[in-house]
């Protein structure tokens, strides 16, 4: 398939630690509900699932925060849970209440019982988004795909939805560690297969959203998330289009593992706001391309603030390449977009000086 030439690269050049004239900026969750324009288009689909399967609708959300803000990565529209719903696991989005699975997954039988899906089959609707959003970009920004780490996945699966002390995962983890490897082998190989369809289908960059990570212990975190982020980094297809497709990781709360994320062969690491940035590329040793880190909460504040916590996440990271700017979580859905207009213009104004 013939695809026009990017226009912008500054965000895969970072993401590859190459020389840069400016540090790239994008926000997780930057389409999404802080957005008038996305919670009409989330009217207009009826439900969350809805619009996560409908491409054209997922493709008009990706682009709507590039409409209003000049960013340097777009995201696909789509959510971690799309490869379990899938699975036939019953997955529904309750308002107000997350995500709800209906037949969690609680023993090696049900395990056992789980497909492995078609990323062109039961999945396609997200392959023909990824093509649909690379196609209107026009080479304008690169596109971003995305999966859920095994781990974090799991979480969903086996609790039955979203929890606060992880007790269904963890007594599996203790009691049965042999049915939840199965479970989490299972899941990389799906991802596996996902991220291949995606960066097949258009996707110019992957990341792997380890969400849950940072509530394992150091043994445990090795054992059952970072072992199946590596494997999943291992079996992806690195030149689908003749060009490097880089990978980020990212464990939320997962600044102490950083020197073992290395080892998992990513080409960037994501940093939440608990670990200063410069730590953070001490500890890499300036091997990967960090991105981060700006609290989220940061945009409750005014607009000087903003631009300051910028300034100091700038410094914190220090002159040279290979940084992406970027909050340290997603974009909590009552910011004031122009608080993100804010810190968005910021990032090109004060980012020069530190790559020349």
């Known amino acids: 398939m013939n695809r026009p030439a990017l226009k912008d690269d500054t965000f895969l050049r970072a993401l590859l630690r190459q020389k840069t004239d400016r540090t790239p900026v994008w926000m997780m969750r930057q389409a999404g509900r802080y ?15 809805n619009l996560c399967m409908n491409p054209e609708l997922a493709c008009e959300v990706t682009l709507q925060p590039l409409a209003r803000f000049p960013l340097d990565a777009a995201i696909l529209f789509s959510d971690i849970l799309t490869i379990p719903h899938a699975m036939n696991v019953g997955l529904e989005f309750e308002a107000g209440e997350g995500p709800v699975i209906r037949r969690p997954v609680r023993s090696r039988a049900d395990v056992e019982a789980l497909p492995i899906p078609d990323p062109e089959g039961e999945l396609r609707y997200v392959m023909d988004a990824v093509r649909l959003i690379r196609q209107e970009l026009d080479g304008r920004v690169p596109l971003i795909g995305f999966a859920g780490s095994p781990w974090t996945v ?8 979203g929890t606060k002390n992880f007790s269904r995962i963890k007594g599996m983890l203790y009691a049965e560690p042999a049915t939840l490897h199965a479970l989490l082998d299972k899941l990389a190989e799906a991802t596996i297969r996902y991220l291949n369809a995606q960066m097949a289908a258009g996707a110019q960059a992957l990341m792997v959203f380890d969400t849950w990570g940072g509530v ?7 054992e059952f998330s970072l072992q ?16 490097r497709v880089p990978v980020i ?21 994501g940093v939440d706001w608990t670990t200063d940035l410069a730590d953070a590329r001490v500890a890499v040793r300036d091997s990967v ?3 981060g880190n700006v609290d989220p909460n940061v945009l409750y504040g005014s607009h000087e603030r903003i631009r300051e916590e910028v300034q100091r996440t700038l410094a914190s990271y220090g002159h040279g390449h290979g940084h992406v700017f970027n909050l340290g979580h997603g974009i909590h859905p009552d910011v004031d977009p122009e608080k993100a207009g804010t810190l968005i213009a910021a990032v090109h104004e004060f980012s020069p000086q530190y790559h020349r």
């Not at 799991?154 to 939805?161: A, D, K, L």
């Not at 394992?216 to 090795?222: H, T, V």
């Open 35 to 49: 957005l008038p324009e996305y919670r009409a288009t989330r009217g207009k689909a009826g439900s969350f699932l």
């Open 154 to 161: 799991g979480c969903y699966m086996v609790e039955g939805g």
């Open 216 to 222: 394992l212990s150091p043994r445990d975190y090795r």
């Open 228 to 243: 199946y982020m590596a494997k999943i980094v291992d079996g992806l297809d690195k030149e689908p289009e003749g060009r």
């Open 249 to 269: 990781l990212f464990t939320k709360g997962g600044g102490a593992w950083l020197p073992e994320l290395v080892r998992a062969g990513a080409d960037a690491l």
């Open 289 to 291: 391309a960090l991105q």
